[in-house]
Structures are given as C-alpha cells and as structure tokens.
C-alpha cells in the first residue's frame, strides 16, 4: 500500500513536481524550497488559578521580498510541519498574484472554543507579545492575518498590543491585517477569500476550453455545489455563489455531520443555524447524514473544500464524484489524490491561486494604512461631479435637438456614484484573480508536459521567486 505523505511533504512533492520542469541551477532550487526559519515559543498565562503553557510557532519560508506574510491559525492541528508547509504555500500564493511579500505563518496549539472571550484575549496578547519583540510581527517584516480559528477580534488584540510596545511607530496599524474598519481595517477584507474564491470560478467558466477538461458546460448557475466548511472561507464563496451566481448548494459538511438538499440549502439560514447550535444537525431546510466524510463522495459539479487539509486523501480520492474541485481551504488534496484525480479527469483549481484572494486583500489594507488615507476619500466625489457634468450636457443637447429622449432613473444612479473603498477594493481583487488564472492557464495549455492547473500555477510562481532571488545576486 502506498504511504500518505504528511501535509509538508505534499507541497515539497508538488513543488519538486514544477521544478523537474524548470531550468533552475540545483542550489537555487534547494533554496527556494527550504523553509528560512521556524522560531517555536512556549508561554505561560495564568487563567482559572493556575498557569496553562501554550505552544505557537511563527515560521518565515522566503524573504526574497519584505515584510512577509501570511495567516496565524489557531487550531488544535498546529505543529511545525503544518505551520511550515502554510509558509511554502504562502511564499507561491503572494507570487502568484504578485502580492510584493515573503512567505510567513503562524500558529498556535490550541482549541479557541475551550476559552471564553476574556481568557482569549490574555491568551492571544500574550503571544503576539512573544512575536513582537522578536519582530515577528512588524509592519516592515512580518505581517500576519485571521486564519482558521482566528478573526477581526485577534486581529484588534494584536495590533493594539503592538501599538502598546510600540508607541511612536507611526505605521504601527500595518503590522497585521485583516482588522476591524475601525482598528485599521479596510472594507471587504472579512468576504476577500470566499468572494476570491467566486471571482476564480466565474474566470474559470469564462473558458470553454477549460471547462471542456472538466465535462462542464455553461455558467455557474444551478451548477451542483457541496462546500466543505461553513466558516470564514466557506460560508462567504457558498453565499455568493448561490445568492449572485444561481448555484445550487447541495450539500454542506461541517464538524458534526452534513446537510443535503438536492433543491440546494439557503446558506443564510444554515450559518444561523450553526452560530446557534454549533453545528448542521437539526437544520429544517436539509436532510442530516451524520458521516460527513462521506458526503465528498455525492455526485456534483464542483467541490469546494474550505476546512482543512488532507480531506481528499488516498483512501478516498477515487470515489470522488466532483467534476472541478477549487481548493478553497490549504492543501485539503493529498500529493497522492491529487495523482488518483488527475487521472480520473477531475480538474483542480489549486489552493494557492483559489484561496489568495485574502493575501490579496491583505495587500491593499497594508498599503491604506501606510498611505493613511481610505481608498477613494480623494477621488470620489470628483468622479461623481464629472459624471454629472456629462449627465448634464447630454441633457442640453437632448433638449436642443428635435429627437428627445431621456436617461432612464437606473442609470443616472448607477453612472453618478463614485465609487467607494468596498467597490475598489472588489475591482482591485477581481483583476487580480483573473490576471492571475490567465497567467496559469496559458501555461497549462501551451506545454505538453504541464498536466494541470497546479503545476502551471507552482511554474509561474517559483519562476517569478527565482527571478526576485537572481536579482539580489543568488
Ligand atoms: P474558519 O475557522 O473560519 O472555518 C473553518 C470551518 O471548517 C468551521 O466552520 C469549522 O467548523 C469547519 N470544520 C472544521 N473541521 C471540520 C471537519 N472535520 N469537517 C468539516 N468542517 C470542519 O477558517 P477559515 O478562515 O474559513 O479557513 C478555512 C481554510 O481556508 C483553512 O485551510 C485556511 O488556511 C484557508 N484560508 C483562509 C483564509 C482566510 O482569509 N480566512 C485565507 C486563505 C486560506
């Protein structure tokens, strides 16, 4: 029987995959692989009268380009191998999309449902100082944003603990992403994985080509959807989907089981469900199955697994049913599934293109506050008045001539405004995943030995990091 190999070794083998491809010098190779740094704390906090160790880690895997960034998970799967291959894949994802920063990420043992709110923030506070004073979070070298477990709440606890040791850095708001508007934070960041994740599916539908390797025709609309993981990622690509797109959500698997719906479930009504409940059993709109596992099987169109890793693994890889599978959580296909899928014409859209849309996000959040100015606060109003002027003008000519005619109320309304931050910063993210898609594509489907999307992907990548390295003089 063949061996799984663990998360780590999974990116390495992909990674190796790509560069067989490539014409890179072997120390360059092995560089580029290596992960830099992992620096591993263990503090205490004393809570419910006594002293409770944690363990976090914060590992850097490149630094060709600063600072560098990347999620802090809070999970009871953190350890080193995982925080590092997250680290990798963050190093290929910022490339990708031409984010300018390293690959970083963090991570903390821990099960953030065991602590209520207060014991969190001590907990947190605590391991940001650790990472603080080591410049392991720093606005110029190491900005790290929400990942599984963590939100805009640790997102505010962090940067206003390093605000507290650092009271004269005037960009001290760029440490971390991923804030609350009122800490810092820029408008869309919270939807920016999920709605990346809608942006990369709707340019993958714009292909026929592509959607010929995948047996699909069409748009996305009532396309048969399962989602795996209804938090941050998963919630927000399930709503858009189905509310803007017209996809079905047939089935959505959580911690404690799935819920089906062949009419496809109302996303709304199930995350309520699940804030009350903590879980997908009981919801009235569906039918519970209490192994969820085995709901990835179920026949549909896309699978969109936003969870965790390694759920598609060997033993169940060829009983996948999905046609297109976007990887909207890290590394949830195993190195060897991904062999099993390839083969049975499954088409991946690899975690590093799918979920970079809160990289991206991240990116103009760091540069709205090293600006120190909203996006749009100069710009909006005089775009409206120019509209207006045009507006206007069209309206004496209208007048003027013998043919009148008038512009219907929907239109003035939707031309006059100007935009604002949510709509730039939605135009910024959809560019960049579709630049990004057509970057990968053309590579898949201009080489012979590129068999999917993944290794095109991890060629475009390494290529521009190698580039980045070469240019320092390696
Ligand atoms: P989250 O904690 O908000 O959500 C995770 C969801 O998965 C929760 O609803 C949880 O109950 C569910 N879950 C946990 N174990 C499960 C299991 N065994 N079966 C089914 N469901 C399970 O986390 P998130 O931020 O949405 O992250 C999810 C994935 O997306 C992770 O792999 C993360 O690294 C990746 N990601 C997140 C972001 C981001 O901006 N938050 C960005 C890029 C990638």
Request: contains cysteine.
């Amino acid at each position: 029987m063949t061996t799984e190999p663990s998360f780590r070794e999974s990116v390495d083998i992909m990674f190796n995959q790509a560069v067989k491809l490539m014409d890179l010098s072997p120390g360059l190779e092995e560089k580029i692989r290596v992960c830099n740094s992992t620096y591993t704390v263990r503090f205490g906090v004393r809570l419910r009268g006594k002293i409770h160790t944690f363990t976090g880690y914060r590992s850097v895997h490149s630094e060709q380009m600063e600072p560098v960034k990347g999620g802090i998970r809070f999970s009871m799967g953190v350890e080193q191998d995982e925080v590092e291959a997250l680290a990798a894949l963050m190093t290929y994802k910022c490339a990708l999309v031409q984010a300018p920063f390293g690959g970083s990420k963090g991570g903390l043992h821990i099960d953030p449902r065991e602590w209520d709110a207060h014991e969190m923030e001590m907990i947190t506070r605590r391991f940001a100082y650790e990472l603080i004073k080591r410049d392991l979070i720093n606005p110029s070298q190491n900005v790290p944003a929400p990942d599984m477990g963590t939100g805009e709440r640790e997102m505010a606890w962090i940067v206003d603990q390093y605000r507290r040791m650092n009271t004269t850095d005037i960009n001290a708001a760029a440490c971390v992403t991923g804030k609350p508007i009122n800490a810092g934070g820029i408008q869309g960041r919270v939807e920016a994985t999920g709605r990346g994740v809608q942006y990369a599916l709707k340019e993958f539908c714009r292909y026929d080509e592509d959607k010929a390797k995948a047996g699909l025709t069409g748009t996305l609309k009532k396309k048969q959807v399962i989602v795996q993981g209804l938090g941050n990622v998963g919630y927000h690509a399930a709503k858009f989907v189905s509310e803007e797109d017209g996809a079905n959500i047939v089935a959505v698997i959580e911690r404690d089981g799935a819920v089906v719906n062949p009419d496809g479930l109302n996303i709304e009504l199930l995350k309520e469900h699940i804030i009350m409940t903590g879980g997908v059993k009981d919801f009235m709109g569906g039918e519970y199955v209490e192994d969820g596992a085995s709901v990835l099987e179920m026949d549909c169109d896309i699978l969109i697994p936003a969870a965790l890793e390694g759920v598609i693994n060997l033993t169940n890889a060829d009983r996948i049913k999905a046609n297109l599978i976007i990887e909207a959580a890290n590394g949830p296909i195993t190195a060897g599934a991904d062999q099993v899928l390839l083969k049975n014409g499954v088409v991946i859209i690899p975690d590093l293109y799918a979920n970079a849309g809160g990289v991206t996000v991240s990116y103009f959040e760091w540069v709205k506050n090293l600006s120190h100015i909203r996006f749009g606060r100069m710009q909006r109003r005089q775009e409206e008045s120019r509209h207006q002027l045009l507006l206007d003008e069209l309206q004496r000519l209208s007048e003027d001539s013998s043919i009148k005619w008038q512009l219907s109320d929907k239109f003035k309304e939707k031309y006059l405004r100007g935009a604002d931050e949510l709509e730039l910063v939605r135009s910024g993210l959809d560019d960049t995943m579709r630049d990004a898609y057509q970057s990968m594509r053309k590579v898949w489907h201009s080489r012979d030995d590129v068999p999917d999307l993944r290794t095109a992907a991890f060629l475009v990548s390494i290529e521009r990091v190698a580039a980045s390295y070469r240019s320092k003089g390696l």
